[in-house]
């Protein structure tokens, strides 16, 4: 059996997974950034990031997360949460003596690496962007 074909067979299935397992984390983040509002806006001070932005980022890892997961405009969404992964990085995991900060980075490029797959490949057959 070649393992091309399966993989081809369930293109439309592993699109999905695959947009499942990327959104969750910033779904997760979203919801929890809700309910510990003061205390995420306390970090992102401490770091010099405005805290009237956790509202701005709130939305974007909810929003973007639910759209990335249904498919709903992927390309545009992926860029952003692409930039997003970048920009959390940079800002708030550069600290390279703290092994946790570091996996975190990695963490974070990874994410924008899978990002940039979406933009570059769209959400796949089973996605609201394909029903358009």
Request: aromatic fraction near 12%; charge should be neutral; glycine fraction near 12%.
């Amino acid at each position: 059996m070649n393992i091309d074909k399966i993989f081809e067979n369930n293109a439309a299935l592993l699109d999905v997974v695959g947009r499942i397992l990327i959104a969750t984390i910033f779904i997760i983040s979203g919801y929890e950034q809700i309910h510990d509002f003061a205390g995420t806006q306390g970090f992102m001070a401490s770091k010099g990031i405005p805290g009237a932005l956790l509202y701005v980022v709130i939305a974007l890892e909810l929003l973007g997360g639910l759209a990335i997961v249904v498919g709903w405009q992927v390309r545009a969404v992926a860029f952003l949460l692409a930039g997003y992964s970048l920009l959390a990085a940079v800002l708030f995991h550069t600290n390279f003596a703290d092994e946790q900060q570091f996996y975190s980075f990695l963490k974070n490029l990874g994410m924008a690496g899978g990002f940039l797959f979406l933009v570059a490949n769209g959400a796949g057959r089973l996605s609201l962007d394909a029903k358009r």
